[in-house]
């Protein structure tokens, strides 16, 4: 039939899966997940919910790939690729590779030579930038923060002078750690924002200066893991075209 879509031909593809609303999944991300022969995820579990929410088929094979595993697992997923198998790498929500497993299973099929490819989609990352409501441009994007204090205000130091904004991943325990750190290095009238439970029921966003954001968390428990965007150094602009960037922050 003119115009049909071919089926996904065999070898690794890393897919993007929800980051919270299962229905924000592609066409094409759904068509290659009802035809895999292999699916590596971090929790078989998570995932399944993806495939009985669409009335997808189960794959033949299914592995476990995670931070733990992901150096053993890569060599196989690229030997299944090799034999004719459509292999489907992704995480529990995401894209694979940024903070979650991925980048061995792309290097092992690169150094094998196998077909390879991504199937772009959600990303938490990007979805608090356009929610933040801050000029953010450009950004760079640290994942999670380092545990040591002295790790982290050496991140601070370095970049807090750029203009990028800065954006980090973070779990509600060490949430207000994070902010204090931020408002101590960077200045307590930064601006920034913090994303809750994006694409979910209770998504929210929070939004002020460093300081006023950490004595807010700070007041109660938080739940949910947070994305933190932190705008980057303001330069001197002429008054319309800074005026026409505070109105997008109203």
Request: charged share 25%.
């Amino acid at each position: 039939m003119d115009g049909e879509i071919p089926p996904p031909g065999p070898g690794i593809y890393l897919l993007a899966t929800p980051i919270g609303n299962l229905e924000d999944v592609s066409l094409r991300s759904l068509r290659i997940l009802g035809a895999a022969d292999v699916l590596a995820c971090e929790d078989t579990r998570v995932t399944r919910r993806l495939f009985l929410r669409h009335g997808l088929p189960p794959p033949g094979i299914l592995l476990s790939c995670n931070d733990h595993n992901e150096g053993k697992v890569a060599p196989r997923l690229a030997a299944l690729a090799r034999e004719g198998k459509v292999v489907v790498c992704c995480t529990d929500a995401g894209m694979p590779g940024i903070s979650d497993p991925g980048h061995r299973v792309a290097l092992e099929a690169i150094r094998a030579g196998v077909e390879f490819t991504v199937v772009p989609g959600p990303s938490a990352a990007t979805a608090a930038v356009s929610l933040s409501g801050l000029a953010a441009a450009s950004f760079t994007f640290f994942g999670f923060p380092p545990r040591r204090d002295g790790r982290l205000k050496e991140i601070f130091r370095r970049h807090g002078g750029l203009r990028p904004a800065l954006v980090f991943y973070e779990s509600p325990r060490r949430l207000v750690r994070l902010l204090t750190l931020a408002a101590a290095g960077l200045g307590g009238e930064r601006r920034a924002a913090v994303c809750l439970e994006l694409t979910k029921k209770f998504e929210r966003v929070a939004r002020g200066s460093l300081a006023e954001l950490g004595r807010r968390f700070g007041e109660g428990e938080t739940r949910g893991e947070a994305v933190v965007i932190i705008e980057g150094r303001r330069e001197e602009r002429d008054g319309s075209e800074a005026a026409g960037e505070d109105e997008g922050l109203q």
